[in-house]
């Protein structure tokens, strides 16, 4: 499995923007597509971007399109997710996570074995 660690969280006032980072260990880390994942509290885990592993194609949860922008560079390992004109209701630890060889384009929690420990991103009114 590839090891993934997530930086680029932060507190920011309402409006503003934030780039976080996921930057995974392994010689396949292009093989893999990577999803962004947040949890606020007491809420469940929902998918916020994905970007398959070939392609690539990106794919967006509703509530952020238009705003968040997922990236993958493959020669780094890494994958971001650049978040402009935030909102408070985008407060909550964010996640990336991988999985082998998929294509498609619904992006499940429970499909993806490999996560990263999150990123807090607080968003202030």
């Known amino acids: 499995q590839v090891q993934l660690v997530e930086s680029g969280g932060g507190l920011v006032q309402a409006g503003g923007s934030l780039r976080l980072s996921c930057a995974a260990s392994g010689r396949t880390f292009s093989s893999y597509a990577m999803g962004w994942f947040r949890q606020a509290p007491w809420k469940e885990r929902e998918f916020v971007a994905g970007i398959t592993w070939s392609g690539p194609k990106t794919y967006y949860a509703d509530s952020v399109k238009g705003r968040f922008t997922i990236s993958r560079d493959n020669a780094k390992n890494t994958v971001y997710l650049a978040m402009n004109s935030l909102k408070p209701e985008d407060t909550a630890v964010y996640y990336c996570?991988?999985?082998?060889?998929?294509?498609?384009?619904?992006?499940?929690?429970?499909?993806?074995?490999?996560w990263g420990q999150g990123t807090q991103v607080t968003v202030s009114s």
């Open positions: 996570a991988a999985r082998l060889y998929y294509l498609g384009s619904t992006y499940h929690p429970e499909d993806f074995r490999s």
